[in-house]
């Protein structure tokens, strides 16, 4: 049987501040909180959970307690779309204003896609709609 992606985690020294962070900018809800734990889920996963079968759940992202800052640039990160290409540039100024800052991992300037970092550092890409 293969396996299924269950989760990513992500490690931070406030998982309560990053997750909310996170939880506005997807526009996903707590599915569980403690203070050295935060999962976030799609809000449309709620509704279809009763009806699911465990190896059916979507993946989450889980924000984990650590004792230390983040150090150096990811070796995994996310690409998140917009729904169409005219939301990009809204997007990316609406995660602008919640924190998110623009940083140059040498992507140059002619590449399709924005690099940004959440508020602790993370980095992750606005691309193109994936719709159109």
């Given at each position: 049987?293969?396996?299924?992606?269950?989760?990513?985690?992500?490690?931070?020294?406030?998982?309560?501040?990053?997750a909310g962070w996170w939880a506005q900018a997807l526009d996903w809800q707590t599915a569980y909180a403690s203070d050295?734990?935060?999962?976030?889920?799609?809000?449309?996963?709620?509704?279809?959970?009763?009806?699911?079968?465990?190896?059916?759940?979507?993946?989450?992202?889980?924000?984990?307690?650590?004792?230390?800052?983040?150090?150096?640039?990811?070796?995994?990160h996310m690409d998140l779309a917009p729904h169409t290409s005219d939301d990009r540039d809204a997007e990316i100024a609406r995660l602008e204003a919640l924190g998110a800052t623009?940083?140059?991992i040498g992507q140059g300037p002619d590449v399709p896609w924005t690099v940004l970092a959440d508020i602790d550092g993370n980095e992750f890409c606005v691309l193109s709609s994936r719709e159109e």
């Open positions: 049987m293969p396996l299924r992606w269950y989760t990513n985690v992500i490690e931070t020294t406030d998982p309560r501040r990053l050295d734990e935060m999962v976030l889920i799609p809000k449309w996963a709620e509704e279809l959970l009763p009806k699911l079968e465990f190896h059916q759940v979507p993946p989450g992202l889980v924000f984990v307690k650590v004792d230390h800052e983040k150090q150096t640039k990811n070796r995994i623009r940083v140059d």
